[in-house]
């Protein structure tokens, strides 16, 4: 019963992450009565060892020999017993891909756990096996702490159980412990026993004092009023507005054409490219109020200024050799737009959308080809030191722009119909021949089901960032370090802040198991090499270069007018419907997949509050649950299916065992004030639409769009770190209005950002800002992919 306590105790005090524990399929479900055979095991041994070793030191025997050869036994066992598990995993040799860092954890704790067991027999030939039991325990609670009470002190934790109970529970072991010493000290007169009680006496002093030091503090710290979660989130919509009204006043401070070629200039140090007064016209004539802001461009392309024009256009070309690549290619000759003929039917949508995307513009832009990124997820990761090479190589190119004395304004002949270019597209080689649809580019790696984190993405990092310095093994306790840099600490948990440093993800080692993406990607054929992809969205490390999505400029999840629902008209609930579509369910690592925790989330809080929360949090998958293997499909399943029926009304004839409730039409979202977007196998296309649609959109995600730099988190949307955990819960709670301790303007403040988030979304996301977006990088392609960049440049 003494570990059960214990872990009971530590568990209250971790931040969970939400992390699934599925209701069990054959073995699963005897989970927890093997973890309780365990115990009682583990009190068998330990009762019959200290027998031992107590018999033994008192004959004068040597059994340390006899012990060695049992634990070799046991692991032994635990060995032969463990392969039928790896035999039965299709690819069980991926578990065994390791590296240093993974090497160096399993080092420590092999050494720290060698270390306590040989103590822990040294020290039964003198203790009982009860006193050893509480100490060791009560060691490593207090071990277990130290990364909690760093954090602790900043939260009023006295008033939730869940912080104060714990800590109190740690002074009354640690005083147990401490009165058991002392009577060990007055039942023995040997040196022996006395040195060890003193010492005893020593750390549980220590330890009680540390615990006392932690439960007075925040009886005698004055926490200001601003880390209150109600506070914290008027604070945030506040400094958010004033970021957002300073933003659109620079984004279009030019007036006239001269006054956007003299900010370019200054903004991007070189002229624009030819045909920016084409693109001004454009740009004023749909009315954006956006002229002078494209960051997002500038950085996406100042890499491939490292590489020559000729070097971009071979790389293009080299993209469409193999099918296996999924890329779609478009051409631009004389002002018109060619898709290349080997698009599959399943993604010619993609190519049509941009081809009418593109049209309006295209007798201003030069002869040009791009490589379309067709699969859902982003595919470029060059390493750290190889991508600094290039943007410094980007730099000193466009400063050769800037000197040059030979400016053209007009876009001169290009080289495209010479052999660096190729005339045609080339449709790939047959099926099965080198080159065909199930060959790879050997530029490329298959990444399908493998986890991408450590191996693929980290590599984009600095060496000092965390994701090379250290593991995040426990899926379901929060990493705080990773979250603080870019979160709010509050008395109800932590607030996402910094969106864009929550993107990067070099200081979050814990996100590793947290994303589908990341874990166990569904489709992913990804390069370590600078190639020209253009794609829909990427995530922190990646750098394809964004375009606006076709999904998107096609309206395939629109927000129709004549289905809309005023605010005032809405339920003041939390509406989702969706399927598991992050990631591919193999080796169990779906439990830490973010839509599969969101719902676990959402259907705790429908069962712990049934009769508050169930009306306001209506949260479930639909569909049939693919993307997985045999046993992980069954396990999610029987998981899936119990949450859905807390959602569904007393009326509802449940689905039958392991069918998930049915789907609903999209305008279902229309009736809720409030809606989250999540990512799935890539970016989610709901986000625009749940902008313009009256409720208030709150937003997890990695995947970055076109649109980001629009957008002000806390003005236009809520965003929510993919973490979730309390502080999106109670932020939620706070703006229904739900929170008996939150402000009495929640409500009000959640509509005030709904409304500004559709009232941008009218004039910044439209579909002609897709346009005016794309006809601007287009621009800058060309530039950079023609022969005669250094001369080009528009001038007044």
């Known amino acids: 019963m003494w570990p059960l306590s214990i872990l009971s105790a530590e568990l209250s005090v971790k931040f969970p992450t939400g992390t699934v524990c599925p209701v069990g399929w054959r073995w699963e479900r005897f989970v927890p009565l093997i973890q309780l055979v365990n115990c009682l095991l583990d009190a068998v041994i330990i009762s019959h060892t200290a027998h031992l070793a107590r018999t033994a030191a008192h004959d004068g025997l040597d059994i340390f020999k006899f012990m060695g050869k049992l634990c070799l036994a046991a692991a032994g066992t635990i060995l032969v017993l463990s392969i039928p598990s790896w035999l039965s995993d299709s690819e069980f040799i991926l578990a065994f891909r390791f590296q240093a860092l993974d090497f160096r954890d399993f080092a420590l704790d092999g050494f720290l756990a060698t270390a306590a067991v040989l103590s822990g027999l040294t020290l039964l030939s003198s203790l009982s096996s009860s006193c050893l039991a509480l100490l060791l325990t009560n060691a490593a609670f207090a071990g277990s702490q130290i990364p909690v009470l760093k954090v602790l002190p900043l939260l009023n934790f006295w008033t939730h159980r869940d912080f104060g109970r714990p800590t109190l529970l740690a002074v009354i072991l640690a005083l147990l412990l401490w009165y058991l010493a002392v009577r060990r000290h007055h039942s023995s007169d040997s040196t022996k026993s006395r040195s060890l009680v003193i010492w005893l006496i020593i750390c549980n002093c220590g330890l009680a004092l540390l615990a006392l030091a932690v439960v007075v503090h925040p009886l005698i710290y004055e926490f200001p009023e601003q880390t209150y979660c109600s506070r914290a989130v008027e604070s945030l919509v506040s400094e958010a507005s004033a970021s957002s009204v300073a933003w659109e006043s620079q984004a279009s401070a030019s007036k006239s054409l001269a006054d956007a070629v003299r900010e370019y200039t200054k903004r991007y140090t070189i002229p624009p490219p030819p045909n920016f007064d084409k693109w001004y016209e454009f740009a004023r004539e749909h009315n954006s109020v956006v002229i002078d802001d494209f960051d997002q461009i500038n950085n996406d392309l100042l890499p491939f200024w490292g590489l020559s024009p000729a070097s971009l256009r071979e790389r293009t070309g080299s993209l469409f050799a193999y099918g296996s690549t999924e890329m779609g290619g478009m051409r631009i000759r004389n002002g018109s737009v060619q898709q290349s003929p080997y698009i599959p039917g399943s993604h010619r949508w993609m190519a049509d959308s941009l081809q009418r995307m593109i049209a309006p513009f295209a007798q201003w832009l030069p002869d040009m080809d791009f490589?379309?990124?067709?699969?859902?997820?982003?595919?470029?990761?060059?390493?750290?030191?190889?991508?600094?090479?290039?943007?410094?190589?980007?730099?000193?190119?466009?400063?050769?722009?800037?000197?040059?004395?030979?400016?053209?304004?007009?876009?001169?002949?290009?080289?495209?119909?010479?052999?660096?270019?190729?005339?045609?597209?080339?449709?790939?080689?047959?099926?099965?021949?080198?080159?065909?649809?199930?060959?790879?580019?050997?530029?490329?790696?298959?990444?399908?089901?493998?986890?991408?984190?450590?191996?693929?993405?980290?590599?984009?990092?600095?060496?000092?960032?965390?994701?090379?310095?250290?593991?995040?093994?426990?899926?379901?306790?929060?990493?705080?370090?990773?979250?603080?840099?870019?979160?709010?600490?509050?008395?109800?948990?932590?607030?996402?802040?910094?969106?864009?440093?929550?993107?990067?993800?070099?200081?979050?080692?814990?996100?590793?198991?947290?994303?589908?993406?990341?874990?166990?990607?569904?489709?992913?054929?990804?390069?370590?090499?600078?190639?020209?992809?253009?794609?829909?969205?990427?995530?922190?490390?990646?750098?394809?270069?964004?375009?606006?999505?076709?999904?998107?400029?096609?309206?395939?999840?629109?927000?129709?007018?004549?289905?809309?629902?005023?605010?005032?008209?809405?339920?003041?609930?939390?509406?989702?419907?969706?399927?598991?579509?992050?990631?591919?369910?193999?080796?169990?690592?779906?439990?830490?997949?973010?839509?599969?925790?969101?719902?676990?989330?959402?259907?705790?809080?429908?069962?712990?509050?049934?009769?508050?929360?169930?009306?306001?949090?209506?949260?479930?998958?639909?569909?049939?649950?693919?993307?997985?293997?045999?046993?992980?499909?069954?396990?999610?399943?029987?998981?899936?299916?119990?949450?859905?029926?807390?959602?569904?009304?007393?009326?509802?004839?449940?689905?039958?065992?392991?069918?998930?409730?049915?789907?609903?039409?999209?305008?279902?979202?229309?009736?809720?004030?409030?809606?989250?977007?999540?990512?799935?196998?890539?970016?989610?296309?709901?986000?625009?639409?749940?902008?313009?649609?009256?409720?208030?959109?709150?937003?997890?995600?990695?995947?970055?769009?076109?649109?980001?730099?629009?957008?002000?988190?806390?003005?236009?949307?809520?965003?929510?770190?993919?973490?979730?955990?309390?502080?999106?819960?109670?932020?939620?709670?706070?703006?229904?209005?739900?929170?008996?301790?939150?402000?009495?303007?929640?409500p009000a403040l959640a509509r005030k950002v709904a409304e500004q988030g559709r009232d941008w979304a009218h004039k910044a996301l439209r579909k002609e800002d897709m346009q005016i977006y794309m006809f601007r990088l287009l621009l800058e392609w060309g530039r950079i992919t023609h022969d005669e960049r250094d001369n080009l440049g528009f001038t007044m």
């Open 371 to 746: 490589a379309i990124n067709l699969a859902d997820e982003c595919r470029m990761v060059v390493p750290y030191e190889r991508m600094e090479r290039f943007k410094r190589k980007g730099q000193q190119e466009k400063g050769k722009v800037k000197k040059s004395n030979k400016r053209q304004e007009a876009w001169p002949n290009s080289s495209f119909s010479q052999s660096s270019w190729p005339q045609d597209f080339t449709e790939p080689l047959p099926r099965g021949t080198n080159g065909g649809r199930d060959e790879i580019d050997p530029n490329f790696a298959n990444n399908i089901r493998t986890p991408i984190f450590y191996d693929f993405v980290a590599p984009s990092c600095p060496q000092g960032s965390p994701v090379h310095n250290r593991r995040w093994w426990d899926w379901s306790k929060t990493c705080i370090d990773c979250l603080m840099p870019h979160s709010v600490l509050t008395d109800r948990g932590l607030l996402l802040a910094n969106v864009s440093l929550a993107h990067d993800l070099c200081h979050q080692p814990d996100l590793a198991y947290l994303s589908g993406f990341l874990s166990s990607p569904s489709a992913m054929v990804g390069t370590r090499e600078l190639l020209p992809i253009f794609s829909q969205a990427r995530v922190g490390g990646f750098s394809d270069i964004l375009i606006p999505s076709p999904w998107n400029f096609d309206e395939k999840s629109a927000f129709k007018e004549d289905s809309g629902v005023e605010w005032q008209d809405k339920e003041d609930g939390l509406f989702w419907r969706g399927s598991r579509s992050d990631g591919f369910s193999a080796h169990r690592r779906w439990p830490g997949f973010l839509r599969p925790r969101f719902v676990n989330e959402a259907y705790r809080r429908a069962v712990m509050f049934r009769d508050v929360v169930v009306r306001t949090v209506n949260v479930s998958f639909t569909g049939e649950v693919s993307k997985c293997d045999g046993r992980d499909c069954a396990a999610e399943a029987e998981t899936y299916s119990k949450w859905g029926l807390a959602t569904l009304d007393q009326d509802t004839v449940p689905p039958k065992a392991n069918k998930l409730p049915p789907s609903v039409p999209f305008e279902e979202h229309w009736r809720y004030r409030h809606l989250i977007d999540m990512d799935g196998a890539g970016f989610s296309g709901r986000f625009l639409p749940f902008l313009e649609s009256r409720s208030l959109p709150y937003r997890a995600a990695l995947f970055r769009t076109w649109y980001e730099e629009r957008l002000q988190a806390w003005h236009h949307y809520v965003p929510v770190d993919i973490r979730l955990g309390s502080g999106f819960w109670f932020s939620l709670e706070t703006l229904m209005g739900s929170d008996p301790h939150g402000i009495r303007r929640g």
